[in-house]
């Protein structure tokens, strides 16, 4: 069997050419990563959870009519996706403070605002992400206005999806992050959801405790990421109970 080609290796996923054109094959890694990859860890399970839980994800959107790259899982770390020209930003959108907004504007960790507020901040981990305007962005020509206007429909359709399928299963949807690509049909050009959508990307807290469910598990020091993500996995039906992620495959020489 012949050699997939990598195209591009993330923190959390590594990127393969696709069996036809206009498809990747996006690979889920175990590697944990935070405060811009000044900590890191292997997290045995973590990619196959996030694989699951992306697919999971991916296709809710995609049934209300919530366009995204992803096209069908392949197995337990893979999935295949459309090829997309990636807009150079992070769109975050947040019910509640917490985080660095929290930090930046001294609001308590938890206070929920009075709407969905949406933030972008430009993908560059040498400069840490920063924070960015729609000024900014129409100033670089990072996107255009009407791309804006569709970026900010997308993100809050995200919003309103993710937030009610948490809400069901007891869980409250603190806020998070999507990527947003690009595809053309000939001349005209489509804006769809991309990367991933999982507990790495979210922040995730029982409704009933305020345990924390999502990545600030690892960034914090707050116990295992793997049960953590297991537990929000079990809740939605992604996984039976009891069940334990496969770790990652050993290459035999």
């Known amino acids: 069997m012949a ?18 054109p206009g498809t990747i094959i996006q690979y889920f890694k175990d590697d ?17 959870l996030n694989n699951m839980l992306s697919e999971y994800f991916m296709t809710g959107l995609n049934t209300i009519g919530v366009p995204t790259h992803f096209i069908k899982r392949l197995n337990m770390r893979e999935q295949l996706v459309r090829a997309v020209e990636i807009i150079p930003l992070e769109v975050i959108v947040r019910n509640y403070a ?18 969905p507020i949406v933030e972008y901040c430009l993908k560059d981990d040498k400069l840490g992400d920063p924070l960015v305007t729609e000024e900014h962005i129409a100033a670089f020509g990072w ?20 937030a009610g399928v ?33 507990p790495d990307s979210c ?16 960034r914090r020091d707050l116990g295992s990421l793997t049960d953590a993500y297991t537990e929000v996995a079990t809740r939605l039906g992604v996984m039976p109970k009891g069940s334990t992620p496969m770790a990652r495959p050993k290459l035999i020489n």
């Open 32 to 48: 944990a990563t935070a405060f811009n990859a000044e900590k890191k860890a292997v997290i045995e399970g973590k990619g196959v």
């Open 203 to 218: 922040r995730l807290w029982d409704i009933a405790s305020g345990r924390k469910l999502d990545k600030d598990v690892f």
């Open 98 to 115: 917490a985080g660095t907004m929290a930090k930046r504007l001294g609001i308590e960790e938890g206070t929920q605002l009075p709407r």
């Open 166 to 198: 948490m809400y069901g299963v007891g869980i409250k949807l603190i806020d998070f992050k999507i990527e947003i690509g690009r595809v053309y049909d000939g001349d005209f050009q489509r804006l769809i959801v991309a990367d991933e959508i999982s």
């Open 143 to 162: 996107a255009s206005q009407q791309d804006m206007d569709d970026i900010l429909s997308l993100a809050l359709r995200v919003n309103d999806f993710m």
């Open 3 to 20: 050699r997939r080609k990598k195209i591009y290796e993330g923190k959390a996923k590594t990127l393969y050419e696709g069996p036809e």
